[in-house]
């Protein structure tokens, strides 16, 4: 039985990734940026790059709040997400595993705050930008790799990594107001 501050922390949990779902089928689509592609080709092919604010909150909750609930609400709400907001990316599996290695890779580096969570993101980010290359290579097939890593990939993941600093500072001031104490 979940005692009065793991039933806030669980409600708060809930509250906070369904906010960020409808957040990411609502606003995000608008927040998408179109950088130019570097082709190497000659191939021209413009795309929408968008901030994925719910794996910058799975990775950031994972570490501040519960790595338990992280894994568990980021399968569902990646689930969610794959069926309702985007093509499927495999967002379920990918938030899961991020959000079970957050936590783990907090304890092998030594920074503190900011600087952890962006160490931290580092290399969970990495494997969203693999999943995003081997999706783009299966389904652009007149695009090069050259062009889809530079043009597509490497967009989408400073785009993140910068989603994430942003996530957790917005989830170090919500965990404030209402608060809910860190697990670190």
Avoid at 71 to 88: H, R
Avoid at 146 to 166: K, M, T
Wanted: aromatic content about 12%.
């Amino acid at each position: 039985m979940l005692h009065s501050s793991g039933k806030r922390e669980l409600i708060f949990s809930i509250v906070l990734y369904t906010v960020f779902y409808l957040l990411t089928a609502s606003v995000v689509p608008y927040l998408g940026v179109r950088p130019d592609i570097l082709s190497f080709t000659g191939t021209e092919q413009i795309n929408t790059v968008k901030p994925d604010i719910m794996l910058s909150l799975v990775i950031c909750s994972a570490v501040l709040i519960s790595s338990k609930r992280s894994v568990v609400l980021g399968m569902i709400f990646g689930f969610v997400i794959d069926i309702t907001c985007s093509v499927p990316m495999f967002s379920s599996l990918t938030y899961c595993l991020c959000g079970h290695y957050a936590p783990r890779l907090s304890r092998f580096f030594a920074g503190r705050g900011v600087v952890n969570i962006v160490l931290i993101a580092i290399p969970l980010l990495l494997l969203r930008a693999v999943v995003s290359t081997f999706y783009l290579l299966g389904t652009w097939h007149n695009i090069s790799f050259p062009d889809i890593l530079f043009g597509a990939v490497l967009p989408e993941y400073l785009h993140n990594l910068i989603s994430v600093v942003i996530v957790y500072f917005v989830l170090i001031l919500l965990m404030r107001i209402f608060r809910i104490e860190k697990s670190v």
